[in-house]
């Protein structure tokens, strides 16, 4: 089993829809939660970053964590076209030797 | 601006064939990451570096060496000895190994086999 796991999709949205990814992990120790976005053929650019459970909120993007089920979430509201991309969560513990540990990558497509 | 630079954008190897890839950053970090992404697998840490003079195996050492005696580099050169390198190769950087801040990537060099 993977310590991280994530839909691969695509998913498939129209314009203004809101979107729900997920990742669910394994790692009891994960404490720092990371979503990126990637375009194709270009590095993943962070979107969103918290600490433990609980919800963060920036502008159309907010971050979701449930660590007692281990598993957390990104909404996408009033979704755009330019927001398809492959979007990957990331995590690690608080270790100062711990890894990032990144799920798959969900390939998100909006259509006009 | 301030940010990771890698180059070169797309890379050939021939057989037998020692690459170097680049990874500059300007950003004034201390710790700097090699990744490689390959489709339908996430991003596997090769090699890692806390400082300056630095620098630790990830879970793919295998086949890939690594310098850091800058700052702001941290060369990834793919040895003949990796058998599979056809791969898209990541750079990322963070304020420090140590604090939890999130990484930040470049926008990769894609390596393909001639």
């Known amino acids: 089993q993977k310590e991280v796991e994530q839909d691969p999709g695509p998913l498939s949205v129209p314009e203004g829809a809101i979107v729900s990814l997920n990742c669910t992990y394994s790692n009891s120790a994960f404490q720092y939660f990371m979503w990126y976005r990637q375009y194709s053929r270009k590095g993943p650019e962070l979107l969103m970053y918290?600490?433990?459970?609980g919800n963060k909120e920036d502008g159309r993007f907010t971050a979701q964590v449930d660590k007692s089920s281990k598993y957390i979430s990104l909404f996408i509201r009033d979704s755009q076209p330019s927001d398809s991309a492959t979007y990957l969560c990331?995590?690690?513990?608080?270790?100062?030797?711990?890894?990032?540990?990144f799920g798959t990558g969900t390939r998100l497509q909006v259509f006009p | 601006d301030g940010g990771i630079t890698q180059s070169p954008k797309y890379l050939f190897r021939k057989e037998g064939q020692n690459v170097t890839l680049s990874c500059e950053q300007n950003?004034?970090?201390?710790?700097m990451y090699w990744y490689r992404q390959d489709p339908g697998q996430g991003l596997r840490l090769i090699y890692y570096s806390q400082i300056v003079n630095d620098f630790q195996k990830g879970d793919i050492a295998e086949g890939y060496s690594v310098s850091r005696e800058k700052k702001e580099s941290f060369p990834l050169t793919v040895t003949s000895a990796q058998k599979n390198p056809t791969a898209f190769y990541l750079c990322?950087?963070?304020?420090?190994?140590?604090?939890?801040?999130?990484?930040?990537f470049g926008d990769g060099t894609r390596l393909s086999i001639l």
């Open positions: 990331a995590m690690r513990g608080w270790g100062n030797t711990d890894k990032l540990i």
């Open positions: 990322a950087s963070s304020t420090d190994g140590y604090s939890n801040q999130p990484q930040h």
């Open positions: 950003l004034n970090h201390d710790a």
């Open positions: 918290t600490y433990s459970s």
